[in-house]
Structures are given as structure tokens and as C-alpha cells.
Nanobody, 121 residues
């Protein structure tokens, strides 16, 4: 059994920053890639970022590259998404994802419950 729990979402003003956290339990966290996705109402779930098991490699979708940063602290079984320069269109439910190996070339297999991020003027 693998559980992922996001935290850190909330209501923020455009241009501000927010840091999301994802704590994992039930598996050896350090051996698996992690990622972040989001889903806005009426839209498909969108890939945002992924990080390899050791944290050496990362991947970002173009819309957040340079604004969002994925990181991880394996000693704390936690992955993070630092979001800077938030825009109205960033409003969505943000999901933490766990992959089946240390690399992220395949779709994730575990998901958190999601945390709401709302960006206002």
C-alpha cells in the first residue's frame, strides 16, 4: 500500500509564491521517481514536473518551466513543488504522483488526493 498526501495549497494573489508538499508512506520513497500534475475544472489532468529517484534529473512542461521547481528530500519521504510567479491560469487541483521505478519515462501509478490552488487578482 502506497499513500501520497499533498499539503500547502490555498488562495493566493497573482504574482505570489506557494510551496506544495507531498509526503509518501508505504514504500521505499528514495527508490522511485515523483511528479506533480494538476487538473482544472473541465480540463484534462496536466503533467507539470517530475524528478528521478535520486533527484539528479528533472523534467518540466513548458508552461511552468522557469516558474516552478520540483525537489525532494528522501530523508523526509517528501517531494515538493515550489511555485513562483503564480498566474490566474495556474488555478487547479494539484496532485502528487509516484512512479513505478526510479525514472519517469512511464506514467505514474500512485496518486495523492489533491490540494486546491486558487490564484486571484
Amino acid at each position: 500500500q502506497v499513500q501520497l498526501e499533498e499539503s500547502g495549497g490555498g488562495l493566493v494573489q497573482a504574482g505570489s509564491s506557494l510551496r506544495l508538499s507531498c509526503r509518501a508512506s508505504g514504500r521505499v520513497f528514495s527508490g522511485y521517481a515523483m511528479g506533480w500534475f494538476r487538473q482544472a475544472p473541465g480540463k484534462e489532468r496536466e503533467f507539470l514536473a517530475a524528478i528521478s529517484a535520486e533527484g539528479r534529473n528533472t523534467d518540466y512542461t513548458n508552461s511552468v518551466k522557469g516558474r516552478f521547481t520540483i525537489s525532494r528530500d528522501n530523508a523526509k519521504n517528501t517531494a515538493y513543488l515550489q511555485m513562483d510567479g503564480l498566474k490566474l491560469e495556474d488555478s487547479a487541483v494539484y496532485y502528487c504522483a509516484g512512479y513505478s521505478s526510479g525514472w519517469y519515462n512511464r506514467p505514474p501509478v500512485y496518486w495523492g488526493q489533491g490540494t486546491q490552488v486558487t490564484v486571484s487578482l
